[in-house]
């Protein structure tokens, strides 16, 4: 990839995520404080709604730089081999262009997925026990982590819930991300111009993408919140079936509103600001007297 065009994906993506968890962070609060064991109210309820805020904000830029760094030279560079695996295995040399489409938006944001998750994971982790407790900020529960009081190790404890993240952004994008590209192209199609695509209707369409793709997977979500807030770390489908058993499956459920709201709204601002990043990059040629 082109220094220019990785620096596109950078800058994007640092606006992007920075000004959308920025706006939603009281909704993300409400929703961590809905999922965690005690209910809403013994985790907080109203006050102290920008507790974490510093974690978020730390993480959100490189985060989301890591992930469109990531989509966006896997977008181009996986496009070629996902191509030919579809005509080795469907034996057609002219397989359709929506399919290798598909395949390459999911593949690349489950590329640029884990590689996030690399800075987001442990953020989140620090986030939402700062979120749940009373009086701690991000850098003292940071302190308590690096302390190893359970013995469970520092990088196990920051990196709890890694494996259940990963299964929660994996279905995530690959609903998202191609949902996304299909309803930006579908427009397009429709405007019949040649220019970038107006960053008002990518916003549309990565909302949209965002509030199908919250909704359907909140239980994976709940999860993991509750992995992160545990003090000790606990085998996944054992946590599964001590929470269907003493909470009932509806729990699972739990922070769909909340959760589904900010995606859709955070959606549009997340991928309308990477559009618009882009747009203004694009159209102005400002980056392309690098080298
Ligand atoms: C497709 O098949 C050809 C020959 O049958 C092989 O050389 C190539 O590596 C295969 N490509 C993929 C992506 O599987
Ligand atoms: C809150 O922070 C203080 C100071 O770092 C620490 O001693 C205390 O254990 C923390 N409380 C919890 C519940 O994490
Ligand atoms: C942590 O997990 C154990 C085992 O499932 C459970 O009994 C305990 O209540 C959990 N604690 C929190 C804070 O979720």
Redesign the pocket.
Known sequence: MVLSSFLTSLLSGAAAGTSTDLVFFPIDTLKTRLQAKGGFFANGGYHGIYRGLGSAIVASAPSASLFFISYDTMKVEARP?IE??I??TTKNDAPSTQLADTLTHMFSSSVGEVAACLVRVPAEVIKQRTQVHKTNSSLQTLKIILRNENGDGIRKNLYRGWSTTIMREIPFTCIQFPLYEFLKKKWKEADASDGPLNPVKGAISGSIAGGVAAATTTPLDFLKTRLMLNKTSIPVRHLVQNIYRDEGFKIFFSGIIPRTMWISAGGAIFLGVYEMTHYVIDTSHLLSTFP
């Open positions: 081999y030919k695996l005509q080795n």
